[in-house]
């Protein structure tokens, strides 16, 4: 059975940073591009990062370039996302899936950024 | 960036009635592979969002067949024969030929 188990949310301050992680497992971790999708309270979703399989290409919408960072490690099974420098707009349930097909999704993490 | 508009945003049904959702994209999502990576995917109330098509008409695993997907191009729709209470939610259209990968708007299927 696939399962995708986001971790690392919480409260953080404006201009802090947070690194999320989604642990995979039931599937070959390495043969897929993985991303991280995100909604925020009551709105629909909104994908935010892409890291190809071997994690040599990395992609990412405007508002989050130069503050995110999606990185992977094959041998751990696992996905990160490394945010800086949080807005109160990065506030939002952060999802991990399966990029190309979005086949599957993790049960998310909530971020909240406040003071 | 590719702009997905989904209609209706909200449906009325009753139990039993099937209903049809479009979708249309501002660019073709044909992809050089020749693939079209088009995918319906339903968030049911308090859950993660869940795949039930993928590239257009695939039904993903576990999927009953009274969901079905049509289209190409820019142009695309999901049809539900025979609601049930369990299809209840926003339903989302989303693609993955370009980046940024964008999503539609969503539609949100109510009990009438």
């Known amino acids: 059975e696939v399962q995708l188990v986001e971790s690392g949310g919480g409260l953080v301050q404006p201009g802090r940073s947070m690194k999320l992680s989604c642990a995979a497992s039931?599937?070959?971790?390495?043969?897929?591009?993985m991303a991280w999708v995100r909604q925020a309270p009551t709105k629909g979703l909104e994908w935010v990062a892409t890291?190809?399989?071997?994690?040599?290409?990395?992609y990412y919408r405007d508002s989050v370039k130069g503050r995110f960072t999606i990185s992977r490690d094959n041998a751990k099974s696992t996905l990160y996302l490394q945010m800086n420098s949080l807005r109160s707009e990065d506030t939002a349930t952060y999802y991990c899936?399966?990029?190309?097909?979005?086949?599957?999704w993790g049960q998310g993490t909530l971020v909240t950024v406040s003071s | 960036d590719v702009v997905m508009t989904q209609t209706p945003p909200s449906l009325s049904v009753a139990i039993g009635q099937s209903v049809s959702i479009s979708c249309k994209s501002s660019?073709?999502?044909?992809?050089?592979?020749?693939?079209?990576?088009l995918h319906w995917l339903l968030q049911s109330p308090g859950r993660s969002p869940k795949r039930l098509i993928y590239?257009?008409?695939n039904l993903g695993s576990g999927v009953p067949d009274r969901f079905s997907g049509t289209g190409s191009q820019k142009d695309f729709t999901l049809k539900i024969s025979r609601v049930e209470a369990e299809d209840l939610g926003v339903y989302y259209c989303?693609?993955?030929?370009?980046?940024?990968?964008?999503f539609g708007g969503g539609t949100k299927l109510e009990l009438k």
């Open positions: 899936t399966r990029d190309s097909w979005f086949a599957y």
């Open positions: 039931g599937f070959t971790f390495s043969n897929y591009g």
């Open positions: 890291i190809s399989y071997d994690g040599s290409s990395t």
């Open positions: 660019q073709s999502l044909v992809y050089s592979d020749g693939k079209t990576y």
């Open positions: 590239q257009v008409s």
């Open positions: 989303a693609q993955t030929t370009h980046f940024p990968r964008t």
